[in-house]
């Protein structure tokens, strides 16, 4: 393994990319429905809603 990069969690969809969003109250409650709605977290529910905007 080479120096320096770290073990983690196989996967074959690697997170590579981060990226920082600031939200208004109320977009921060509709991410909050839709989360307790669909049972899932903040992260994937952004990502749900990117993936919808391919979808359009």
């Given at each position: 393994m080479p120096e320096g990069k770290k073990m983690g969690r196989p996967?074959?969809?690697p997170?590579?990319?981060e990226i920082k969003v600031r939200l208004d109250d109320a977009v921060l409650e509709i991410l909050d429905d839709?989360?307790?709605r669909k049972s899932t977290t903040h992260v994937?529910?952004?990502r749900d809603g990117i993936s919808a905007l391919?979808?359009?």
């Open positions: 996967t074959d969809s997170k590579r990319h839709y989360c307790k994937q529910g952004i391919r979808e359009e």
